[in-house]
């Protein structure tokens, strides 16, 4: 038989998923420009040759700095590559934050296909600096807990797409919102993250698009997808 799951005590939940971490960080001007050649270095690697190509030993051909230096700041080749990745999500938290702006009084349907979009985008981005890494690392490359507060994925949707349904009140008709703000906020991500390894090919296409803002809407609006009971 099986056992039932105990929820954890309060205050006890397990700390977020973190990238591979850096030694320590330049504060001078040429460990700066060491580390930046580095990630440079890298990203040209990643770009020209792929995945399979780099090691810290090619990253020091590639940058010019010693193999010995490289080691200082970073233990291996993922915290290298875990630097691409913060300064992406730092960029795209800035999109994401205009983008919230601008969807300011536009109908459910418009604002979900903007949200869902930006996520595959972004997703797509991050999947091909480097699929391994991406796909390894997915727990932790999430744009809407990036550098925010949450603890875990509940108190992300309970804090972003549960405040974006209650704007939406008029519009939605499922009662259970908080259960559709966590199937939108997390469920939908897994299904982006299954097909990156499963059918990479099908994310640019509009039918996937299509597909994710019909599952979104079939959340949101339940009636729609399984009909109305028949009448006695």
């Known amino acids: 038989m099986h056992k039932k799951r105990t929820p954890s005590p309060a205050g006890s939940a397990p700390a977020p998923a973190q990238l591979p971490t850096p030694r320590k960080h330049p504060h001078q001007q040429r460990s700066r420009a060491l580390v930046e050649a580095v990630?440079?270095?890298?990203?040209?690697?990643?770009?020209?040759?792929?995945?399979?190509?780099?090691?810290?030993?090619?990253?020091?051909?590639?940058?010019?700095?010693?193999?010995?230096?490289i080691y200082q700041y970073f233990p291996n080749k993922d915290a290298i590559v875990a630097m691409l990745y913060e300064r992406v999500l730092d960029q795209e938290t800035e999109h994401l934050l205009q983008m919230r702006e601008g969807?300011?009084?536009?109908?459910?349907?418009?604002?979900?296909?903007?949200?869902?979009?930006?996520i595959v985008r972004v997703e797509l981005r991050l999947y091909q600096l480097n699929a391994d890494f991406h796909l390894r690392?997915?727990?932790?490359?999430?744009?809407?807990?990036?550098?925010g507060p949450y603890r875990t994925a509940l108190e992300f949707t309970d804090a972003t797409w549960l405040p974006l349904l209650q704007m939406y009140a008029h519009e939605i008709r499922t009662p259970h919102p908080a259960l559709a703000a966590y199937?939108?906020?997390?469920?939908?991500?897994?299904?982006?993250?299954?097909?990156?390894?499963?059918?990479?090919?099908?994310?640019?296409?509009?039918?996937?698009?299509?597909?994710?803002?019909?599952?979104?809407?079939?959340?949101?609006?339940?009636?729609?997808?399984?009909?109305?009971p028949e009448a006695a």
């Open 183 to 228: 199937l939108l906020g997390q469920g939908l991500r897994s299904v982006i993250r299954s097909a990156l390894q499963d059918l990479p090919e099908q994310l640019e296409s509009p039918a996937f698009l299509d597909s994710l803002v019909a599952m979104a809407i079939g959340c949101l609006r339940p009636e729609q997808t399984l009909g109305k």
């Open 103 to 118: 969807l300011v009084g536009v109908p459910l349907a418009t604002a979900l296909r903007e949200i869902l979009a930006n």
């Open 39 to 69: 990630a440079e270095a890298c990203l040209r690697i990643l770009d020209e040759e792929g995945d399979a190509a780099l090691t810290v030993a090619r990253i020091a051909e590639v940058s010019g700095a010693g193999v010995g230096s």
């Open 137 to 147: 690392h997915h727990a932790a490359l999430h744009l809407g807990m990036w550098r």
